[in-house]
């Protein structure tokens, strides 16, 4: 009984360790042999040059041998389980976190954790008034939250993969900065019209994509992203091609410019001018406008159209056979999440001043839907913590340089083997009946009738 | 008097393959109605056809006097005919009650109330789970809530797929038991496709048996359970 309920990990001996670690090196040696140690540039004259760095591919077989012995030596050859990894009292810990939520559903450990979140965000801007990095790294990871949350909608609710979410974040962009510079519309006007033209592009990708699930929705979804940011680099005369378009108007206060004047916001609100001001306002607008995006999505998940999303994700023929309109809700789903990613592509554009579209790339999609599915699909607390952690993250891991996308995805799956379903992946029922009261005036009803 | 869902000469194709060769077939109102057949007969096409997907290639559906051939599934569910698909197919990661409230899409929320008391004095054990993941349910229960999850929206006609598959033998009873409970007392006409011919035909008035696509034999539910060609094929044949 007791060796069935802690395993002891099979002891290997020296000898299979041993082998093992020789077979990896080999395939080590292989691969890296070519990949690291022969290294190609252009040189000076345009002919190819190179030169070895075999010092290196020799540290790297060595790490893997040494690696792998210790592995196997301590782990043996098969697959390492979680149990032996994190400590006995870590567990515990995490799974007293599990009762307590469950001893309280309406106020669990989430729920305090995000309040406790958003008390911070709020507060930030004036505890790193002086602290300009940390407030651009702020709205940073604030617009990341914002374009996670719009896309959950389209990903997390309604379970339709896509990949060209940054096709939005650009039309919403390039929608606020012409019509800014070309009409000399407020940012108020344009955020209202960027969503609606957003909204309308998210229609346009969703009428010919009604038949697709799955992979196959993928793949027109991604190209949809790359088509929307090719015509923007070729469409010259109207997007400014890879030059984009610059010295894009900046927000105002309701009118009142961030800047020196008389007639500017330090000067009217009596105040010192300072820079960081417009930053401050930044970051509140963004905040709003992230919080605009939660509130609506919160909403909607107990409203019909919200239900119809989950229920698609879940089984699209029962929702057809269940007189769901299925059509109306893809349509819904795509128009709702891109408009909000064309007011944060809005958003983009104002706080920048310029925008081409190398800010576009493919790169940006993958990097909201890994934020999406890290935090666990459908999960807003959930896609929160992961948009700060991919994008503090990234900025942590700076001094790496080009091992950062190594850290970067070494971290990502580490996540997914110990959270298949992401940090939050238990999805929050959008009603809880309270067993008594709600139950029992159903079947008083019936004993009425 | 004419039939609640009256079927008549209807084809059905995926792609080349004919599926279904013209089938005549009536539900009258307040009637059970069990089609029987082996593996890939059809009858679960004919189950989709009714509700458009696939679409009919010829012949038509009427519901109530209304040809229903051409509409779009979530309309023909607004006429208040209900289905529960092939496999369950319950909502895995929503509650049992919201599974219920997607049930209820195109009925009035007034009689929510109602219905929801009907369905849990019909299947207390879902009362019991009103608040667990569909998933989570174990395979009778399932059947109980996608059985229960059509029932929400008040139907006239319930079309059941195969509702005892996986099953064990005293679950595909207790099923069984509800339906004719549903029938009894509701006077709700049921449309059923079943592999258990034996329980199926003993619950149903009339009965149809398909082959290949096509209806080679009807009558009532005791006449074809004593019929030689059916005993051979679906009673005694398999098990």
Redesign the interface.
């Known amino acids: 009984m007791t060796d069935a309920a802690t395993p002891s990990p099979p002891r290997f001996a020296f000898g299979a360790a041993l082998k093992s670690a020789a077979l990896s090196a080999v395939v080590a040696l292989g691969l890296f042999g070519l990949m690291v140690g022969i290294r190609t540039e252009t040189g000076p004259t345009g002919s190819l040059i190179y030169w070895t760095r075999f010092g290196d591919v020799a540290l790297l077989v060595a790490a893997v041998f040494l690696g792998r012995f210790l592995r196997v030596l301590a782990f043996g050859d098969g697959p390492i389980r979680l149990q032996r990894l994190v400590p006995a009292r870590w567990q515990e810990a995490s799974a007293g976190g599990e009762r307590f939520a469950r001893l309280m559903p309406g106020r669990n450990l989430g729920g305090i954790f995000s309040i406790a979140l958003l008390g911070f965000a709020l507060v930030a801007p004036i505890l790193f008034f002086n602290n300009r990095y940390a407030l651009d790294l702020g709205i940073l990871v604030l617009t990341y939250v914002m374009l996670g949350w719009g896309l959950n909608i389209v990903v997390g609710l309604a379970g339709l993969l896509d990949l060209g979410y940054v096709a939005f974040y650009a039309v919403g962009a390039y929608s606020y900065a012409l019509l800014a510079q070309n009409f000399d519309l407020s940012f108020w006007v344009c955020l209202p019209l960027a969503g609606i033209l957003a909204a309308f592009w998210g229609l346009i990708l969703g009428f010919p994509v009604l038949r697709l699930r799955g992979d196959y929705l993928a793949i027109v979804t991604l190209a949809f992203g790359e088509i929307i940011r090719i015509v923007l680099l070729n469409w010259q005369n109207v997007t400014g091609g890879p030059n984009g378009i610059s010295s894009i108007p900046r927000p105002s206060f309701f009118g009142i410019p961030f800047n020196n004047d008389d007639d500017g916001f330090a000067a009217v609100f009596g105040l010192d001018y300072s820079a960081t001001h417009r930053i401050v306002f930044l970051f509140y607008l963004i905040l709003m406008l992230a919080l605009l995006t939660n509130w609506v999505t919160l909403r909607l998940r107990r409203l019909?159209i919200g239900?119809?999303w989950?229920?698609l994700?879940?089984?699209e023929?029962?929702?057809?056979?269940?007189?769901?309109?299925?059509t109306n809700t893809k349509l819904t789903a795509f128009a709702i999440g891109a408009m909000f990613g064309g007011f944060a592509g809005a958003f983009f554009a104002t706080r920048q001043g310029f925008i081409s579209p190398e800010s576009f790339s493919f790169v940006e999609s993958a990097l909201i839907l890994a934020i999406v599915v890290l935090g666990g699909m459908g999960s807003q607390l959930g896609v929160a913590i992961a948009a700060i952690v991919t994008i503090g993250g990234f900025e942590l891991f700076r001094e790496f340089a080009a091992y950062r996308m190594l850290v970067f995805g070494g971290a990502m799956v580490l996540i997914m083997v110990w959270r298949p379903r992401g940090l939050i992946g238990t999805?929050t029922?959008?009603?809880?009946?309270k067993?008594r009261k709600a139950?029992a005036?159903?079947?008083v009803?019936?004993g009425r009738? | 008097m004419t039939a609640l869902l009256e079927i008549r000469k209807l084809e059905a194709a995926y792609g080349r393959v004919v599926a279904l060769k013209g089938i005549d077939l009536d539900v009258k109102a307040g009637e059970i109605v069990t089609l029987i057949g082996a593996n890939g007969a059809g009858k679960s096409t004919l189950m989709m056809t009714i509700f458009g997907y696939p679409r009919a290639r010829a012949g038509t559906i009427r519901f109530d006097g209304r040809d229903i051939t051409a509409m779009p599934a979530h309309e023909i569910a607004k006429l208040h005919i209900a289905q529960s698909p092939e496999g369950r197919r319950i909502f895995s990661r929503m509650t049992v009650f919201e599974n219920l409230q997607m049930g209820a899409s195109i009925s009035d929320p007034q009689h929510f109330d109602d219905n929801i008391a009907r369905i849990f004095a019909l299947f207390p054990r879902l009362k019991e789970r009103i608040n667990q993941r569909g998933g989570t349910l174990s395979g009778g229960e399932q059947q109980m809530l996608a059985i229960g999850r059509a029932l929400m929206s008040r139907p006239r006609l319930l079309l059941l797929d195969e509702p005892s598959l996986g099953l064990a033998p005293l679950l595909a009873k207790q099923i069984f038991k509800a339906i004719r409970t549903l029938n009894e007392q509701d006077g709700l006409a049921v449309f059923l496709v079943e592999q258990n011919a034996f329980h199926a035909l003993k619950l149903a008035h009339r009965g149809y048996v398909m082959v290949n696509g096509a209806i080679t034999l009807s009558g009532s539910g005791e006449d074809l359970l004593k019929r030689p060609e059916v005993r051979a094929a679906y009673l005694e044949g398999g098990h």
């Open positions: 019909p239900r119809a989950e229920a994700r879940e089984d023929i029962a929702c057809r056979s269940l007189g769901i309109n299925t999805r029922p959008s009603v809880f009946l067993q139950i005036g159903a079947l009803g019936e009738g």
